[in-house]
T-cell receptor, first 112, second 114 residues
Framework: GDSVTQMEGPVTLSEEAFLTINCTYTATGYPSLFWYVQYPGEGLQLLLKATKADDKGSNKGFEATYRKETTSFHLEKGSVQVSDSAVYFCALSVTGFQKLVFGTGTRLLVSP | DSGVTQTPKHLITATGQRVTLRCSPRSGDLSVYWYQQSLDQGLQFLIQYYNGEERAKGNILERFSAQQFPDLHSELNLSSLELGDSALYFC?????????????FGQGTRLTVV
């Protein structure tokens, strides 16, 4: 079945460090890929998305590239801030299917 | 603010009881999705409604049911509650049938079964 695997956290970084959160997927068909972020006490917010191979999604300094050959969608940011501390979820949606399949989430902690 | 409203924010109830969670989607969104977030199971898709009709079903227990009303708000009914039903329940809405467009999540209802 469709599934998403992302690295376990927490990921602990100092401010201005480089961030990578790995995400790989298994899907039938051609999925769209997403990163959602959940700040403390809030619901999930879409961070970025990519709908086909080699697309790059970007938002708020975060980027992820849809790699079909490696079935990956790794999240990167060049310089993290304390305000980026949150839980990040990788997810996929297969065209024609009416649900998002989420990874388990990766908690990011950024210290000053 | 995502525009999706969930009530109540917190709910504490006893085992065996029944509760109703309510979701008001963003204005104009026809699809409503329910998710359960628990520590051991992560985010699990429960069910989707589109313009009043059930469109997709996930890992929803038979003790749970949902509906979407003509004004597009949705309710998730949980009955014969067990301790393991304690979780954060999220509602999301989107404008089209699928998630290829952005989906907006509410802040969730935290259910505690004691």
């Amino acid at each position: 079945g469709d599934s998403v695997t992302q690295m376990e956290g927490p990921v602990t970084l100092s401010e201005e460090a480089f961030l990578t959160i790995n995400c790989t997927y298994t899907a039938t068909g051609y999925p769209s890929l997403f990163w959602y972020v959940q700040y403390p006490g809030e619901g999930l917010q879409l961070l970025l998305k990519a709908t086909k191979a080699d697309d790059k999604g970007s938002n708020k300094g975060f980027e992820a590239t849809y790699r079909k050959e490696t079935t990956s969608f790794h999240l990167e940011k060049g310089s993290v801030q304390v305000s980026d501390s949150a839980v990040y979820f990788c997810a996929l949606s297969v065209t024609g299917f009416q649900k998002l399949v989420f990874g388990t989430g990766t908690r990011l902690l950024v210290s000053p | 603010d995502s525009g999706v409203t969930q009530t109540p924010k917190h709910l504490i109830t006893a085992t065996g009881q029944r509760v109703t969670l309510r979701c008001s989607p963003r204005s104009g969104d026809l699809s409503v999705y329910w998710y359960q977030q628990s520590l051991d199971q992560g985010l699990q898709f429960l069910i989707q409604y589109y313009n009043g009709e059930e469109r997709a079903k996930g890992n929803i227990l038979e003790r749970f049911s949902a509906q979407q009303f003509p004004d597009l708000h949705s309710e998730l009914n949980l009955s014969s509650l067990e301790l393991g039903d304690s979780a954060l329940y999220f509602c999301a809405s989107s404008g089209l049938q699928g998630f290829d467009t952005e989906a907006f999540f509410g802040q969730g209802t935290r259910l505690t079964v004691v």
